[in-house]
């Protein structure tokens, strides 16, 4: 009779495991919502497991004496020991939920190495005005397709990409524009918020400006700025984390001119910092606003003269994207409860698709041709199709197409091959046939990293700092090749010129010859 007794731990046991498995398998539940429901199933079985041994098993009063000290040593030790976290120290993933780490694990930015300074007089010519094919000027690339083509990467990694440096890097979650031989990016160095040139070759620092007590701070989301520069014309145009919009001489990293977004509009801060990569066009440089205030900004780009505001909404997480749809040229930017056209002559609004949902939506909008836009995000809203059309009377109407919740890019941006699309659905590389929505495959996880269409390639910068190279295949998933390009959680997107691979994240940087 006493074995029987047994049958209970079994049995809750092989519930747990069923149930965990169920609340893991993405396709029933978004993934930080699979966490909090496996922490709790680990939470109940344990206290069933420990009210059992204590008061049910049929073990000896001295086993469970001695087991019962050993679990109260146990969590006393945590106690002493161990530390309950919600910061991005690298202890916290995409999935945004706090875990356990030593008392004395450092803060993001409390161990950073001194970085160096430019020794006036010694500094590297730069010259971002000569451009060349290869360059990849702004976030996600020339025109911000986040796919490029004619780079002719080998598909064997056998002989692995060659290391050119790896170093320390401030604080930050954007990306490199490069130009040339230079590349551009936004750190956290201490209080204060800086733009930084490097030479690629070598990693070293060519010029650095300075936007001191300018330190954004998010107790999930981390520290430091989070968006991508925009080389053109030989300038260098960025916003930090704080609303701060600078236009940089890029030969030396001197101000052309500079606006506080949020303070000049009267507007406040996103809960996760301003996001925003400026859109630059031949006569314009356009960024998202803030709560309280004009969605879109659009500065003349010489001067940085008020252009036109627009829209009253909320911006989200998204950067704006140039596109002509329905034979109107215009300004595409993603709202917390919307998708939304605005003219670029004047900021005038020209459609609007409700899209609602409290949570952040982070993916760029993804224009496909003369009348289709691709639009994603994560915490269960999917990927959809919207297809925006022209009255005689030039008025513009909006459709979905398709909508899809089998690819659900929470902090990644998508990329589209030919007819298909490609993401991480909650981490997982999934790919969807881009005319029905349907799912086509479903691949390994790269947990919340980053893709790059390179030809009929992925380049794929894993939460991890690997970076993986998939085939572009709608018929299966194949991954060729992977290599450790830098350590730690990496949410920001890689930058390719030529072979030349750029990859960072909040704490150091690489730059990697390609096969």
Sequence with gaps: MKR???????????????????????????????????????LLVSLLMIVWFAAFSDLSRRTRLGGLIVVAGVAVAGVIFLKLTTRVDGTVSGVGVPRLVWKWTPRAGENTVELPAVTPGSAIHVDLA?????DFPEFLGPGRQNAITGVGLSRDWSTPPRKLWRQPIGLGWGSFAIVGPFAVTQEQRGSTEVIVC?????????????????????????????????ITGGR????????????????????IWSHDVLEETSSHNLTYGKTCSPLVTDELVIVTGGEGGPALLALHKQDGASAWKAGGETPGYASPML????????????????????????GQPLWRFAWSGGMPKVPQTVPLDHDRVLISAGYGLGTLV????????????????????????????????????????????????LETGKRMWRGDSYGFGQLLGVDDLLLIQAESGEVALVEANPTAYRELARFPAISGKTWNNPALSGHRLLVRNDHEAACYDLP
């Excluded at 620092?205 to 430091?224: I, K, M, Y």
């Excluded at 902090?411 to 590389?429: P, R, W």
């Design 323 to 346: 596109a002509t749809l329905g034979g109107v040229q215009q300004v595409v930017t993603i709202n917390s409860q919307s998708a939304a056209g605005y003219a670029l002559a004047d």
């Design 130 to 134: 000569n451009t060349a094919p290869m």
């Design 4 to 42: 029987n007794r047994w049958i209970f731990p079994v049995a809750v046991t092989a519930v747990a495991i069923a149930a965990i498995t169920v609340a893991q398998d993405r396709l029933l539940l978004e993934s930080y919502k699979a966490a909090y429901l496996t922490a709790f199933i680990v």
């Design 198 to 230: 490097y030479e690629t070759a070598t990693g070293k620092v060519c010029w650095l400006h300075s936007n001191p007590n300018a330190r954004f701070t998010e107790w999930q989301g981390g520290d430091g700025p989070r968006a991508t520069p925009t």
């Design 236 to 255: 260098v145009y960025a916003t930090g984390a704080t609303g701060i919009l600078d236009c940089l001489d890029g030969a030396t990293g001197r101000v």
């Design 386 to 433: 919207l297809q925006v059309s022209s009255a005689p009377d030039g008025k513009q109407s909006v459709r979905t197409l398709w909508e899809s919740r089998s690819l659900k890019p929470k902090m990644s941006n998508v990329v589209v091959h030919q007819n298909f699309v490609y993401g991480l659905d909650d981490g997982i590389l999934t790919c969807l046939n």
